[in-house]
Structure formats: structure tokens, C-alpha cells
């Protein structure tokens, strides 16, 4: 298994600035991904947060609003810049253990308000 | 993965069996079916996975029919903490990430 911590937990900004969330994990991993889930809906993948490299984004989501960094094998950041009211949702960092079938592990998440 | 249906919502009063069934139809030979749980204001949480027949583990019981189109979530005697949104996912991707359907929001009833 794995523990997953997200920083911060919370957070109510404003519209045009930007948040660093923060995914730290408990041991090394080789996948990490970053989702997003609005009020009420289900989960949507935003990238695949490759270490040493540029993270893979789905389709609607460009590195320009949703920058990522993985440093290393336990940490990276989500980075939602120039923010509008419609970015505010939970985001969510998971992680997927080596050799594991569809179990993937979850952060608590980040619940992010943008006023 | 597979495309999954399940049923956007059910109730049930506490100390009820609950089954939330998924259909699969297209499913492939090397699929597995995993149901993730997710509780209010927390990610999702893996709670059972099967291949064929019936598993059954601490937290719930999965009944797989021979022709593994479908599958049911079985949850004996629930309890208002299990308040939650349950999701069916059916595939066989070692390395790539979970694609989350609408899921079945359970409301469990005192």
C-alpha cells in the first residue's frame, strides 16, 4: 500500500493568481497522476506526472494552466495558474504501485474555491 | 478499459444487504473488475477485484456470472458509514491510469 499527503488541504483564492498543490507519498513510485473532481461529478485524469520529464496531459488540460513537477520518486506539484471560478473543484493526487492491476492509491485531496 | 454501467443512485435502510450490479458487455479475456469506494470529502478507495465466480473480503463480496458481462457488489448489512459512491471499473492496464464512470451513489437510511 501506500500514504499519500496533499498540501495544502484547503484553499480559497482568487480569480488570476495561481496554487502549488503539493503530493508527497510514503515510498517510491513510478506512476503518479493528478485528477480532478467537480461538485458532484466523478473523477477527470488532468496528467500523468512523468519523473525526469514533461507530464502527459489528457485531452483538455495543457501544461500552460496545469504546470507539473516530479522531482523525484515521491513528490510532485500541481500548479493551477491564472485561476477562474471554474477551476474550483478537488484535486487529487494518486499513485499506482509497481505490478499493481487497476489498484491505485489516493491522496485525501485539495479542495481549491477560486472567488 | 471497458465501458461500465451502473445505476446513478440507490437507498437503503441500515442492517439491509445492498447489491449495486455493473454491466460490462465488453469486457475482454484478460480484464479483471476492480469497485472502488469514495467517501464524502476523501479520494477513492480500492475495496474489492475479481476475475470470475465470487470474491469476498473484509468489506464486501463480488459475484461474477460465467459470462463476466456483468458483476454485483455485494454489501452485507450496511451501515450509515457506508454513505458512499461506488465505482465499477473492468480492465486489464498495468500501467495505465484508472478512468473513473459516474459511479452509484448509495444513500444508506436510518
Known amino acids: 500500500s501506500a500514504v499519500i499527503s496533499q498540501k495544502p488541504s484547503r484553499d480559497i483564492c482568487q480569480r488570476g493568481t495561481s496554487l502549488t498543490i503539493q503530493c508527497q507519498v510514503d515510498s517510491q513510485v513510478t506512476m503518479m497522476f493528478w485528477y480532478r473532481q467537480q461538485p458532484g461529478q466523478s473523477l477527470t485524469l488532468i496528467a500523468t506526472?512523468?519523473?525526469?520529464?514533461?507530464?502527459?496531459?489528457e485531452s483538455g488540460f495543457v501544461i500552460d494552466k496545469f504546470p507539473i513537477s516530479r522531482p523525484n520518486l515521491t513528490f510532485s506539484t500541481l500548479t493551477v495558474s491564472n485561476m477562474s471560478p471554474e477551476d474550483s473543484s478537488i484535486y487529487l493526487c494518486?499513485?499506482?504501485?509497481?505490478?499493481?492491476?487497476?489498484?491505485?492509491?489516493f491522496g485525501p485531496g485539495t479542495r481549491l474555491t477560486v472567488t | 478499459l471497458a465501458k461500465t454501467t451502473q445505476p446513478i443512485s440507490m437507498d437503503s435502510y441500515e442492517g439491509q444487504e445492498v447489491n449495486i450490479t455493473c454491466s460490462h458487455n465488453n469486457i475482454a479475456t484478460n480484464d479483471y473488475i476492480t469497485w472502488y469506494q469514495q467517501f464524502p470529502s476523501q479520494g477513492p478507495r480500492f475495496i474489492i477485484q475479481?476475475?470470475?465466480t465470487k470474491v469476498t473480503n473484509e468489506v464486501a463480496s463480488l459475484f461474477i456470472p460465467a459470462d463476466r458481462k456483468s458483476s454485483t457488489l455485494s454489501l452485507p448489512r450496511v451501515s450509515l458509514s457506508d454513505t458512499a459512491v461506488y465505482y465499477c471499473l473492468v480492465g486489464d492496464e498495468g500501467n495505465t491510469p484508472l478512468v473513473f464512470g459516474k459511479g452509484t451513489r448509495l444513500s444508506v437510511i436510518a
Open positions: 475479481g476475475y470470475k
Open positions: 506526472a512523468n519523473q525526469g520529464s514533461e507530464a502527459t496531459y
Open positions: 494518486s499513485v499506482l504501485l509497481q505490478g499493481a492491476r487497476l489498484e491505485q492509491y
